[in-house]
Every structure is written in structure tokens, then in C-alpha cells.
């Protein structure tokens, strides 16, 4: 998969989300607009997907995307297939100022270059970090700052998390709407995430776990797991696996939906609460890797399907 020219010098911004942009001479919020990147990045530049700038750590870069301030409609439609109660009732979320995403999940080799160790149980360093618990994440925030003076990378809120999925798009998934055919069945999520009903094509590792009694796949296989980051189509913001590969950690725990508007809602914080899990997996079934999905987890737990991706806020 193209991830993108990487270039650097003037940059100019495009209306890459349908969210009233125009160019960087216009946009005053625009994070480079004045030819200079933050103190913390190591590259910057500009590809079709828009802007971004990069963090390098012992020779293991990560790529962060440009998420513009704006507003969209949080949870799902009551007639989409699927739908789990806790997804609604939809609601409109306005999230001000922007923030830098990571555009893919962070990576083994990233993980292993800050930390020194690697959890995962499917090993391969372009591969996703994964049985990690949110503390363990945090520890892995921390340490990070401390390599990179002024970079304060921390865990997305869910509704960041969200908005940043959907990328301008209110449908079920960033790529257009679910037609779910059967429980690890729904041919749109094909070109944009690894899921139960294809995450056997192409497994290459040799611990795969056993799916031959999976129900109603999309293809037929033996033996599945996680694969390298950044193999499936990104989203309109140039975001990697933000549905399927591993369940993402979010900063925050549940928050109960209501219909009134909010501007950057956020559940609860307090310490040993159950935290958000956005994104769904590898083992997932397909109703549960859609942009609406949520479920939380003990910030102690942690298992082969859950990882995280990073911001800059």
C-alpha cells in the first residue's frame, strides 16, 4: 500500500474531510501554515491525503496525521446493521482545536525502540503492538515524552477517536455502508480491515490461532491473526486500520450517549475505571467492526486482540 510521498517545504491544504477547508493561506488554524513544524517532529510534508509529520525513535519512524478541528455525528443510525444499544442515541460532537493522530497503530518495532521489550504474542515489528494493558500504554507515553522533549504524545478520547475514523463520513465504515451476509461476512470491510472474515488470508506466522469452526466467513481459512500495519486502504485522512487488526485504547472510559450536542466530550477519567476500546480485531465478527462500536475494558487487562495508537493534542 502507497503510503504517501514525504516532502517538506510550503504546505498547502486541501478539502480532504468535506469539512469546510480551503487552502493554507485561508486556514489560519492550520498547524504549519507557517512553513515550520513542531518542535517534537523529526519530518514533516504533505501527500495526497493531506498533512503530517513524523517522530523517529532509534531509527523506527511513525507517521501522524493532521485531524482539523470540526464536528460530526457520534454513534449510529438506529436502522444500521448490526447496531449494538450503547451505540446511540446519535449525537452531535464538536471537537475543537485539531490534533496529530498516529496513521497507523502503533507498530512492535516502535513499541520495542521506546520500551525495550515486546509483548506481542504474533511477532513481527510492522505489526501491531498487542497485548498491552492502558497502563502499560501509558507507561509507554511517558517514556516516549521523555525522548522526545515537547511532544506530549497520550491516548486519543473516544470521541476524537471517532471523528478521526469516520474522516468526514457518517456511513457504517469509512469505506460506504455494512451489508453484513453472515457473521464473519461483510464484503465492504474487505478493503479496509482485517476481520474474522479474512484475517486467515495471507497469516503468515506460524502460532495462528485455529478459525476452522468460524462461522460464515468471508474466505476460507485455517489459521489466523494479526497482519502488518498499513496493507489495508487508509480512510480519507490517510488512517491505517482504524477498523479491524487490533481493538484500539482510548484515554477515557464510558460515557452514556444523550441527544443534546457537546463540545469535546469525555468520560470518565478517574483512576481504575474501565477505559474505551474503539475498532474492533482480527477475531472480530463483522458487526463489530464499524465506526460506532464500543466496549471497555479493566485498564489492568490485556489480551492478543488489543493495542493503541497515540496523539498529540
Not at 58 to 83: C, K, Y
Not at 94 to 112: E, H, R, V
Not at 234 to 263: F, S
Amino acid at each position: 500500500m502507497d503510503r504517501g510521498d514525504r516532502g517538506h517545504g510550503h504546505i498547502w491544504i486541501v478539502d480532504f474531510i468535506g469539512i469546510a477547508l480551503t487552502d493554507a493561506r485561508q486556514n489560519t488554524n492550520h498547524p504549519l501554515i507557517d512553513g515550520r513544524a513542531p518542535a517534537w517532529a523529526g519530518g514533516w510534508g504533505q501527500d495526497r491525503h493531506g498533512v503530517f509529520t513524523e517522530i523517529t525513535v532509534d531509527n523506527v519512524t511513525q507517521r501522524l496525521r493532521w485531524i482539523p478541528p470540526g464536528e460530526f455525528h457520534m454513534g449510529s443510525a438506529t436502522n444500521e446493521p448490526g447496531r449494538w444499544d450503547n451505540e446511540g442515541p446519535r449525537h452531535r460532537v464538536i471537537l475543537n482545536p485539531g490534533y496529530w493522530l498516529f496513521d497507523t497503530p502503533c507498530t512492535q518495532a516502535l513499541w520495542q525502540a521506546v520500551m525495550d521489550d515486546n509483548p506481542s504474542y504474533f511477532t513481527s515489528p510492522d505489526r501491531p503492538v498487542e497485548s498491552v494493558t492502558w497502563e502499560r500504554v501509558n507507561e509507554f507515553m511517558a517514556e516516549i515524552n521523555k525522548r522526545i522533549p515537547a511532544l506530549a504524545l497520550m491516548l486519543p478520547t473516544e470521541a476524537q477517536w471517532e471523528y478521526a475514523c469516520r474522516a468526514g463520513i457518517e456511513t457504517t465504515t469509512y469505506a460506504g455502508s455494512m451489508k453484513i451476509l453472515g457473521a464473519n461476512h461483510a464484503p465492504i470491510l474487505d478493503a479496509i480491515a482485517w476481520y474474522g472474515g479474512n484475517s486467515g488470508v495471507g497469516f503468515d506466522l506460524d502460532n495462528g490461532y485455529d478459525s476452522s469452526r468460524w462461522p460464515e466467513k468471508q474466505y476460507p481459512h485455517e489459521q489466523v491473526g494479526t497482519h502488518p500495519v498499513a496493507k489495508k486502504m487508509a480512510n480519507r485522512l490517510g488512517l491505517y486500520d482504524m477498523l479491524g487488526n487490533v481493538w484500539e485504547w482510548c484515554r477515557d472510559g464510558r460515557r452514556e450517549y444523550h441527544r443534546e450536542p457537546l463540545l469535546q466530550p469525555m468520560g470518565s477519567v478517574e483512576q481504575d475505571v474501565k477505559r474505551t476500546v474503539r475498532g474492533g480485531s482480527w477475531n472480530s465478527s463483522a458487526r463489530n467492526v464499524r465506526a460506532a462500536v464500543r466496549r471497555w475494558g479493566e485498564p489492568g487487562i490485556c489480551n492478543v486482540s488489543l493495542g493503541f495508537r497515540g496523539m498529540v493534542g
